[in-house]
Every structure is written in C-alpha cells, then in structure tokens.
C-alpha cells in the first residue's frame, strides 16, 4: 500500500500568515487601523509560557499590535476579571485572549463570559458558539478553523463529504463539527461511549481526531484514501528515558491507508496561532465596519 500524501500544516501556517501580514499592510495604509491583540497570562506554567511568548512574536510578525498583560498565579478572581474589562474598554485592542489553564481560584468560564463576545479571538465565548451553531458570522475557535482550512486544501468543495469527528469537547469536537456542517458535509460525532468506535471512523471520508489519547486511532480505524486531520498533542515516554510527541491517530499505520494526513507535530498545530491572527484581523474589521479582507 502507497503511503498518504502528508499534510503540511506548518507550510500552509507560513503562507496564511503572509497572507495576513499583507492584509495588516492594505488595513494600515487605506484605514490607519492596526489590529491589536492582547494576552493575559496568569501564573507560570511553562506550557503556557512557550505558547504567549509566540503568539506574541507572530502577532509583531504579521505587523500587528501585541500586549501582554502577565498576572501573579496568586492573582484573584475579581483581579483578572478587572483586567478583562479594562481591555474590553480599550478601543486599541480588538483581541483578547486569557491563557488556559487558570489557577485553581479563578473559575475559567467566569473570565470567558465576561471577554466581549466581539473581541473573544479564542471564540469560547457562550455567544459565538451561539452564532456558530446558528450560521451567524462569529469569531470561531482557532483550532477547529486551522482543521477545516486544511480538509479544505486537500480535499476542495466538501459538500457532501462524511466526515467523522472524535472528540466531543466544546475547544474543538463541537465546533469544528458546526464548521463541517456549514460546508454541506454530513457530520458524525462519535466519543467515548459510541458504540464500536472503530466501524463509525471507517465511514469517514474525512476523519478528524481530537480526543487527547496518544495513538488511539488505528490504520484499520480508517477508509482507505480517506483524509485523516490528528488534533492531538500527546507527550509519550519514547522508551529511552526521553519523550516524543504523538497525535490521536497512529500515525504509521493510519498513514498506510490514508489518502492524505497531517504529521504531529508539524500539522494542526502551527495553524491554530496563524488562525488567531485571522480571527484578530477580522475581529478588528467588524468593529471598524470594513468589510474583511480575503485570508
Ligand atoms: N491553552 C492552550 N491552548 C489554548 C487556546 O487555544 N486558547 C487559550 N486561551 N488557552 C489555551
């Protein structure tokens, strides 16, 4: 069996953010506006650390404002609840992203609720998955749109496409399951108490993976030529007193019988800051009423 085409999720992130530096560009020159986007970050976890500090440096990369807003992990509730209303005042800012996870004291559905639904880039807020769900234009989450911008690559039209989504979480199963629906697939969602998993994921045409176990997904799990997106990131013990990342999808076996696959890392992952960007240029847009440039 000929292995599957790879998917180059780092390659197409590289394009799309040029893509939004030039739209930065023309916003700049013909409506003085410069998107901005600020990031709270509570606390020190390392994880956490890593992904603001390249946020941050995308966000400058593609010509855009970036703040960084850092609070103690001793920080209260009522605290980060001031300094999210103290950036939904500020007209400079057109995107606001609080870092998860969030230390014990501060209840993180509290903090999303109260972003303004307009400048919620992370697109967790109970109203744009409202709009979502309801074909409203809405800020959609990142991930969930990286995903469908690469099904979309390879695969062209999807109308009428069966796709398979396993994962059920409100970051990525549910919406990109809304997004699937919104290009005409016909769209299963399957978790863990789906019976015989397996049997539903070999209807797929389109499979995407996002349930957070380490090489759950198996080749025989898959359609043959079917496209096959992993959303996980799962640090394993690689055996030799190091580790190594895996998705959700086994990658050597399902790579036998797929048509196409996007690789951990190197896949989902790199889309999901370069879809950020997208989500702040056009959060910024609709707050200006000019019309969003094509990204
Ligand atoms: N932590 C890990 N991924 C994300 C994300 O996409 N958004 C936020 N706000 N926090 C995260």
Known sequence: MSEATLIDGKAFAQSLR?????????????????????????????????????????????????????????ASEDEVLAQVRALNEDPA????????????????????DTIDPDKDVDGFHVINSGRLATGQPSLVACTPVGCVLLAKDMLGDLSGVEAVVVGRSNIVGKPVAQLLLQE??????????????????????????????????????????????DVGI????????????????????AAKVAGSITPVPGGVGPMTIACLLRNTVQAACAVNGISSPEM
Not at 29 to 34: E, P, V, Y
Not at 93 to 112: E, F, M, R, S, T
Not at 234 to 253: E, H, P, Q, W
Request: proline share 6%; with cysteine; charged share 25%.
């Open 184 to 229: 005409n697939c016909t769209v299963t969602i399957c978790h863990s108490r789906t019976k015989d998993l397996p049997e539903v994921c070999r209807r797929a045409d389109l499979l995407i993976a996002a349930v957070g176990r380490p090489e759950m997904v198996k080749g025989d799990w898959v359609k043959p030529g079917a496209c096959v997106i």
């Open 18 to 74: 040029q893509r939004i530096g030039a739209a930065v560009a023309t916003l700049k020159s013909d409506h003085g506006l410069t998107p901005g986007l600020a990031v709270v970050l509570v606390g020190e976890d390392p994880a956490s650390q890593v992904y603001v500090r390249n946020k941050g440096k995308q966000t400058l990369e593609a010509g855009m404002n970036s703040w960084e807003h850092r609070m103690p992990a001793t």
């Open 93 to 112: 800012v057109h995107g606001i992203l609080v870092q998860l996870p969030l230390p014990d004291q501060i209840d993180a559905n509290k903090v999303i």
């Open 234 to 253: 799962n640090r394993i013990d690689a055996g030799d007193g190091k580790t190594r990342l895996v998705g959700d999808v086994d990658f050597a076996s």
